[in-house]
Nanobody, 116 residues
Framework: QVQLVESGGGLVQAGGSLRLSCTASGRSFSINTMGWYRQAPGNKRELVAA???????NYADSVKGRATISTDNAKNTVYLQMNSLKPEDTAVYYC??????????WGQGTQVTVSS
């Protein structure tokens, strides 16, 4: 019913920037929140940022001041702008949509690698 497609990952140098995007497609749905999670090798998947459809955002302490989550609700798209990237930001990043019916959808993941 709903598919999430991510893009924007890649290899960047420390101090660089990256913009991830995730777009949902399907016949009809209603979104509660959108978010970004990441998982590094050997680690658990962790929340990076989340935002409500009303624009209220929360960030993990590790990315505060460096990351900005935003949406284009008309396009069912969520973005994650990350600046001043650090090697510890290296992970697979997954978008996550929580629907109003409490069903959760995940993107396929996009690799972000930050070199030092």
């Amino acid at each position: 019913q709903v598919q999430l497609v991510e893009s924007g990952g890649g290899l960047v140098q420390a101090g660089g920037s990256l913009r991830l995007s995730c777009t949902a497609s399907g016949r009809s749905f209603s979104i509660n929140t959108m978010g970004w999670y990441r998982q590094a090798p050997g680690n658990k998947r962790e929340l990076v940022a989340a935002i409500t459809t009303g624009g209220i955002a929360n960030y993990a302490d590790s990315v505060k001041g460096r990351a900005t989550i935003s949406t284009d609700n008309a396009k069912n798209t969520v973005y994650l702008q990350m600046n001043s990237l650090k090697p510890e930001d290296t992970a697979v990043y997954y978008c996550r949509f929580l629907m109003t019916d409490r069903y959760v959808y995940w993107g396929q993941g996009t690799q972000v690698t930050v070199s030092s």
